[in-house]
Antibody, heavy 119, light 112 residues
Framework: EVQLVESGGGLVQPGGSLRLSCAVS????????MSWVRQAPGKGLECVAN????????YYVDSVKGRFTVSRDNAKNSLYLQLNNLRVEDTSTYYC????????????WGQGTLVTVSS | DFVLTQSPDSLAVSLGERATINCKSS????????????LAWYQQKAGQPPKLLIY???TRESGVPDRFSGSGSGTDFTLTISSLQAEDVAVYFC?????????FGQGTRVEI
């Protein structure tokens, strides 16, 4: 069974930092693109970062470029998202997601971790 | 950038009736070399993460009931629920994965 379990969310002040983690199991992690998708309370979905199966390609939505960094450790079956210089508008539930084989339709989602940016 | 616009924003459908949701992309999501449309549909029920329903515009994900179907090509796509069930109450999102990062439509709320 595919499992994606996020952790690391919480309350942080504007300008602060957090590191989100996603532990995966039930599939060969190193074969898949992975993505972080966020959802502000009561709002739609935004894909903030993608990373290729070997980490050689990374893509970010414009609103987080230069502030967020996606990474992965295939030996530990783990995906990460470093969030720096956080803004109030980054408040969202962050989902760890798996891309379909070689593509970026998102066939498995974690339960999400809530990041709240507030003073 | 690929901007996806869904219509309507919400709709109310009687049990057993058809629900139709449209998704229009600002650019074609069709890729000629493999003949595929890079368009997916998701269902999100209250308090849950989204769930993949359809990919390649019309391929149903394993386990998804056959009352859900996707159609369209290029820039215009449709998700159809042929006979609405109570458990289909949710918000539905389209997503393109032709460009990176992928982008989503704003969502359509389906109610009874």
């Amino acid at each position: 069974e595919v499992q994606l379990v996020e952790s690391g969310g919480g309350l942080v002040q504007p300008g602060g930092s957090l590191r989100l983690s996603c532990a995966v199991s039930g599939f060969t992690f190193s074969n898949y693109w992975m993505s972080w998708v966020r959802q502000a309370p009561g709002k739609g979905l935004e894909c903030v970062a993608n990373i290729k199966y070997d980490g050689s390609e990374k893509y970010y939505v414009d609103s987080v470029k230069g502030r967020f960094t996606v990474s992965r450790d295939n030996a530990k079956n783990s995906l990460y998202l470093q969030l720096n210089n956080l803004r109030v508008e980054d408040t969202s539930t962050y989902y760890c997601t798996r891309g379909g084989l070689g593509y970026l339709y998102l066939d498995n989602w974690g339960q999400g971790t809530l990041v709240t940016v507030s003073s | 950038d690929f901007v996806l616009t869904q219509s309507p924003d919400s709709l109310a459908v009687s049990l057993g009736e058809r629900a139709t949701i449209n998704c229009k992309s600002s650019q074609s999501v069709f890729y000629s070399p493999n003949g595929r449309n890079y368009l997916a549909w998701y269902q999100q029920k209250a308090g849950q993460p989204p769930k993949l329903l359809i990919y390649w515009a019309s391929t149903r994900e394993s386990g998804v009931p056959d009352r859900f179907s996707g159609s369209g090509s290029g820039t215009d796509f449709t998700l159809t629920i042929s006979s609405l069930q109570a458990e289909d109450v949710a918000v539905y999102f389209c997503q393109q994965y032709h460009g990176t990062p992928p982008t989503f439509g704003q969502g359509t709320r389906v109610e009874i």
